[in-house]
């Protein structure tokens, strides 16, 4: 069993949509949690960062940690086509070592 | 957000060759960095832990002896793959922390091509 599940899609959505993507892990001493957003033959970029369990919203994107569950989601509400992109979570013991997921790959339809 | 720049963002080189990728942090010291290689449509995977001024901490299953770390100054780790194979051919990326909580950075990454 991978540390980190993440399904890879493709999901396609109308603009507009509100999206959920979402992780799984078996790891109980992760900590901290992330999401990245990736466009094709880039670098990831940081979108999210929590601790913890707990919600964090940063204009459209709110981020959600579940660790009774070990269960982590990342919502997009009013969805873009400029967010077409994969998806990354990631996760730490706090020990700077990140387990990512595979990445979900996300395309937004105008 | 922190910046780290990567170098080049793409290369081919002949297979037997050896190839250098840079990976620095603009705008924070990073005594620590990360390289990790991204297979399409696969998840980032851990390759070694580059640390200033001593050896880098290499994954299981990574040669240290193929896939060469120097990490000089705490703004510059540099990944040399040596004797590149078609095998080798990857995405690179690199990643530095800031300090504190750990939120990684990461570089453009770098497209290698060993034909």
């Known amino acids: 069993q991978k540390e980190v599940e993440q399904d890879p899609g493709p999901l396609s959505v109308p603009e507009g949509a509100i999206v959920s993507l979402n992780c799984t892990y078996s790891n109980s001493a992760f900590q901290y949690f992330m999401w990245y957003r990736q466009y094709s033959r880039k670098g990831p970029e940081l979108l999210m960062y929590t601790y913890s369990s707990g919600n964090k919203e940063d204009g459209r994107f709110t981020a959600q940690v579940d660790k009774s569950s070990k269960y982590i989601s990342l919502f997009i509400r009013d969805s873009q086509p400029s967010d077409s992109a994969t998806y990354l979570c990631?996760?730490?013991?706090?020990?700077?070592?990140?387990?990512f997921g595979t990445g979900t790959k996300l395309q937004v339809i105008p | 957000g922190a910046v780290v720049s990567q170098h080049p963002s793409w290369v081919i080189c002949k297979s037997g060759t050896s190839v250098k990728i840079e990976c620095r942090s603009l705008d924070f010291q990073a005594t620590t960095m990360f390289w990790y290689r991204q297979f399409p449509k696969q998840s980032l995977m851990l390759m070694a832990t580059s640390n200033e001024g001593s050896k880098a901490t290499y994954e299981q299953g990574v040669e240290k002896d193929k896939f060469l770390i120097n990490h000089a100054s705490l703004t510059l780790s540099t990944l040399t793959v040596t004797s590149a194979h078609p095998e080798d051919s990857s995405f690179y990326i690199c990643?530095?922390?800031?300090?504190?909580?750990?939120?990684?950075?990461f570089g453009q990454g770098t497209r290698l091509t060993v034909v």
């Open positions: 990643s530095a922390w800031p300090g504190g909580p750990p939120e990684a950075f």
């Open positions: 990631a996760m730490s013991a706090g020990y700077q070592k990140v387990t």
